[in-house]
């Protein structure tokens, strides 16, 4: 079979071949692929469907509807995914390398897609935290909304991860409502071209929301401008050369960067040989040097173990090591593949020679066994233990980073020596510790946190479920300070961010609830046409409200409660015990009593549309209610989520006042109300 052409995606149509085509060879047996051609491409053209066809599509969306894009996409790449499979072994990759990467990516999409319903709103700005009381009476406040920025969002990606290096960008700029040019490494680019064909084919994408750029994107970057967002992942030497192009510096232009990271493993010293982390420890760093052939951003570079366990470790990663069966990426007994290019194997082995100075071989530089494949056409490699004596004096082993299955074993003296090791990394991705000694692993965070993005800890308790030391959770953050970038991407809603403006808003209380569609106290309240418990979800609107009582509160009423639900604490009791406070007069109400006793005011008994009450948050008692004291409770729909199409969640300011109207009690009550009826 020909190989095809690949080209980009531009301003909605594939550009024609130009005369620029590249060969791109299969990573197993040296054939091409594919032939990638620019196209053409112009970066004005790019950079103008995405500002003014694709950004003005998205941002009429509400979160929530790009939610339910994303999860429909993920359902419809999930169908196709076979056909990706069998591009991504010419990557080199095995089939549980294609999961990481191909089932890893549609898993973030779903993740995405999850995430913007449930914590995101139903609406087109995001508020960030509280208001800000700005003034002593209340009229004047403030508070952080985010709204998307007005740009593009230029994704170039390393070639590791064709899919799920597109896919977590791209989920999170979605979901924000900027439009993505994508620009996958040239090496592996067809099989992200084959994603994003699907993509696009699923015509669920709003138009202007995808771009692709096959080959080298021209003049583009030099366009950007203050709203748009590149994100790189990558080389340190290509983040450096993008990040300071002076034009992106002179329009601060937003750049994040993921890039090279020497990250450690560690066993802790409370490990011996026969624990079960010992096995797990073995098992992670085999599994993080043979997976994607060590191509992953995150594998383990450096192993730390402690002096007295160097040979039992070598033994124990030799043995797996030579168990592993490497060569065709297709055969399921395949456990390791190739690396991408015959390129990407003299750049590792020239990296191996370079430690050399440093460490010794312990393991792959012997006769290599490559099963069912030509070793001299494929880019095929062994795993490379090294064992660096003396790291403390050692540079190059914390600095060189070969990108392949290649890990250097050192000896610790003592934990807190193990940290300072894993630090001497210049800022990773993740460092994982094996320990099941709760004051090691805090040791850890106090001495390594803030060198790495993510620190993994593992032991015989979590080591079932635990989901590997390698992989980035679209949950957490994925990204580290220094030599890793600088930059976080993922990390669940915090990554949406990322591609959003915040920005600080100063207004009155109606202002900023006319801008959040969330009620700000103090703002206006008004009565509805009836009960609200009697209203739908759709009927309510922001600061309807409810006001009722009131009821006095006697000492009857809490010697009742205390006997009935057996809260006897002293304050509600013991009148001489209770002015020992420094907090009470004498005996209180309950607060819980005051909660009940809301309810009994407000609450519509006959059913309604109010399915089901499902929780409160942020209750606070500010005051003590004495017997004799009367209360009153006001009731404001303070914000509404929408769920399905059947019912959605209201949120209640609840305020519960005494005779002299000061505040006692307030919450956020949380019903679940139908949509209409
Ligand atoms: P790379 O050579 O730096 O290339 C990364 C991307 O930058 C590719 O798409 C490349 O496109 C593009 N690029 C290079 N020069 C460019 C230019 N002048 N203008 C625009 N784009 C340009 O890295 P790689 O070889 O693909 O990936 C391996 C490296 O990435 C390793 O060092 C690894 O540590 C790092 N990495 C880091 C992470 C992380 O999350 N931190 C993840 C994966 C990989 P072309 O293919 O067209 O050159």
């Keep these: 079979m020909n190989a095809p052409v690949i080209t980009s995606f531009v301003a909605g149509e594939w550009l024609p071949a130009g ?11 040296g054939a091409p692929v594919a032939y990638a051609s620019t196209g053409g491409l112009s970066g004005e053209a790019l950079l103008a469907y995405a500002h003014q066809t694709g950004g003005p599509a998205l941002r009429a969306l509400t979160f929530h509807d790009r939610a339910k894009i994303l999860k429909k996409l993920a359902l419809y790449l999930n169908e196709r995914r076979e056909g ?19 089932d890893g990516g549609i898993g973030t999409l779903f993740v995405y897609a999850s995430k913007g319903r449930r914590e995101l709103p139903d609406d087109q700005v995001w508020l960030d935290g509280p208001v800000e009381q700005l003034s002593k009476s209340g009229s004047f406040a403030g508070r952080h909304v985010y709204t998307p920025r007005q740009g593009a969002a230029v994704q170039i990606n390393a070639f590791n991860f064709p899919v799920w290096g597109m896919l977590e960008k791209f989920a999170a700029s979605f979901l924000a409502g900027m439009p993505a040019i994508v620009k996958p490494a040239q090496v592996t680019s067809y099989l992200t071209e084959a994603c ?3 993509m696009l084919e699923s015509g669920l994408l709003p138009e202007g929301a995808l771009q692709l750029v096959i080959g080298r994107p021209g003049d583009l970057l030099d366009r950007l401008g203050a709203q748009d967002v590149l994100s790189f992942t990558g080389s340190a030497d290509t983040a450096l050369m993008l990040r300071s192009n002076p034009k992106l510096l002179s329009r601060s232009v937003r750049v994040l960067t993921e890039q090279d990271s020497l990250n450690a493993s560690v066993l802790g010293p409370d490990i011996g040989p026969d624990e079960p982390e010992f096995g797990l420890f073995v098992k992670e760093v085999v599994r993080e040097m043979s997976a994607k052939a060590g191509q992953k951003c995150t594998a383990i570079r450096r192993i730390f173990v402690p002096e007295k366990l160097i040979t039992p470790v070598a033994e124990a990663l030799i043995e797996k090591l030579s168990a592993l069966q490497i060569g065709d990426p297709a055969d399921k007994a395949t456990r390791m593949g190739a690396l991408v290019s015959l390129n990407q194997r003299r750049d590792v082995l020239d990296i191996v020679a370079r430690l050399a100075a440093e460490t010794r071989c312990l393991y792959g530089d012997g006769p290599a066994n490559f099963a069912g494949v ?3 056409k494929g880019a095929f490699i062994q795993p490379h233990l090294l064992h660096c004596a003396d790291p403390s004096s050692a540079s190059l082993a ?15 003296s003592d934990f807190s020596a193990a940290c300072q090791l894993a630090n001497r990394g210049g800022g990773s991705l993740v460092a994982s510790v094996i320990t099941h000694d709760p004051a090691l692993a805090r040791q850890a965070v106090l001495a390594s946190a803030a060198w790495h993005g993510r620190l993994y800890f593992n032991d015989r308790d979590s080591m079932a479920e635990a989901t590997g030391h390698g992989a980035p959770m679209p949950h957490m953050t994925h990204g580290g300070p220094g030599r890793a970038g600088g930059s976080e991407e993922l990390g669940g809603v915090r990554g949406v961010a990322h591609y959003m403006q915040r920005t600080s808003i100063q207004g009155s209380p ?10 700000v106290p103090n703002s206006p309240q008004h009565e509805g046409p009836a009960h609200p418990f009697t209203r739908s979800f759709n009927a309510l609107a922001i600061g309807e409200s409810l006001t009722c009582g009131p009821r006095t509160i006697t000492m009857q009423d809490i010697e009742h409660f205390a006997e009935f639900t057996g809260d006897k604490f002293y304050a509600h009791l013991d009148e001489e015990a209770a002015k020992a406070s420094p907090f009470f007069e004498g005996r209180v109400a309950h607060g819980y009593l005051l909660l009940s006793f809301a309810a009994g005011l407000f609450v519509e008994p006959a059913a309604g549309p109010v399915l089901a009450n499902i929780g409160l948050n942020d209750l606070q008692f500010h005051q003590p209610v004495y017997p004799g004291d009367a209360i009153t409770v006001q009731l404001t729909v303070k914000r509404k989520i929408p769920r399905n199409a059947d019912y959605g969640e209201v949120r209640w300011q609840v305020a519960i006042d005494n005779q002299d109207a000061q505040l006692v009690a307030t919450y956020e009550l949380i019903t679940m109300n139908a949509c209409d009826g």
């Design 374 to 376: 030509d070793a001299e």
């Design 510 to 519: 109606a202002i900023l609830t006319g801008i959040g569609n969330v009620f």
């Design 19 to 29: 005369p620029d085509q590249q060969a791109i060879a299969s990573a197993v047996s």
């Design 84 to 102: 990706l499979y069998q591009l991504g072994y010419a990557t080199g990759a095995t089939l549980n390398d294609n999961r990481i990467d191909i």
């Design 398 to 412: 914390h600095e060189l980073e070969a990108f392949g299955p290649v890990s250097t074993l050192m000896g610790y």
């Design 196 to 198: 994003v064909r699907l």
